[in-house]
């Protein structure tokens, strides 16, 4: 049998990419479009911490020291972490529910699993560029608007009205965690397996 993947959304945290992050990109000298990309250090800036463990920071995952090691124990495949540089916004904040009344350490998910998927959630269109040529793929609408609906107000026993998307099985290595189409789209996805 096949296993079942899972997608996964992340709730907004407030905060933005930190002054730490170097990133070296190569962009096509006609449209600015990144074709490739390499992350060298990653940086984070809290506004507030209500004890998130995931972050989704476009287009990169960041996870907490208490998610790495959980992810370690399972030794699941298909990626790696980096110790991310973390820093404050001014009036900075933690909310009294959070875990810890400090911030613990957060570490970049670097996902190196890749396998391909049916357009579902979006679709295929001509960058327009002559130059690279490039394929995108914005999601459809009303996916995006659900998504946003979902994460935004934490609506997590809604995720079951999105589309089911679907990956080409002969496309897949065998990672619990990958990304799907990272060639064709820069906008980068992550799916993981049931065996987590
Ligand atoms: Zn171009």
């Known amino acids: 049998m096949k296993p079942k993947i899972y997608a996964l959304l992340s709730a907004s945290t407030p905060g933005q990419m930190g002054g730490a992050t170097e990133i070296i990109t190569r962009k096509c000298k006609k449209c600015r479009r990144v074709l490739e990309e390499s992350v060298k250090q990653l940086g984070y800036e809290f506004d507030f911490w209500?004890?998130?463990?995931?972050?989704?920071?476009?287009?990169?995952?960041?996870?907490?020291?208490?998610?790495?090691?959980?992810?370690?124990?399972?030794?699941?495949?298909?990626?790696?972490?980096?110790k991310i540089i973390v820093d404050t916004e001014e009036y900075f904040d933690i909310d009294e529910d959070a875990y810890s009344q400090t911030l613990p350490n957060f570490y970049y998910l670097n996902i190196k699993g890749q396998a391909k998927e049916k357009p579902i959630w979006y679709e295929i269109k001509?960058?327009?560029?002559?130059?690279?040529?490039?394929?995108?793929?914005?999601?459809?609408?009303d996916i995006l608007d659900l998504i946003g609906e979902i994460t935004q107000y934490k609506e997590v026993e809604r995720v079951g009205e999105l589309a089911k998307r679907q990956v080409y099985f002969e496309s897949w290595q065998g990672e619990d965690i990958f990304r799907v189409d990272e060639k064709r789209r820069k906008e980068k996805r992550l799916l993981l397996l049931k065996s987590f």
């Open 126 to 141: 001509d960058s327009g560029c002559d130059m690279c040529h490039m394929e995108i793929a914005p999601y459809k609408s």
């Open 50 to 82: 209500s004890g998130e463990d995931f972050i989704y920071m476009t287009p990169y995952y960041i996870v907490s020291e208490r998610l790495k090691n959980e992810l370690e124990l399972r030794n699941l495949k298909g990626m790696d972490f980096q």
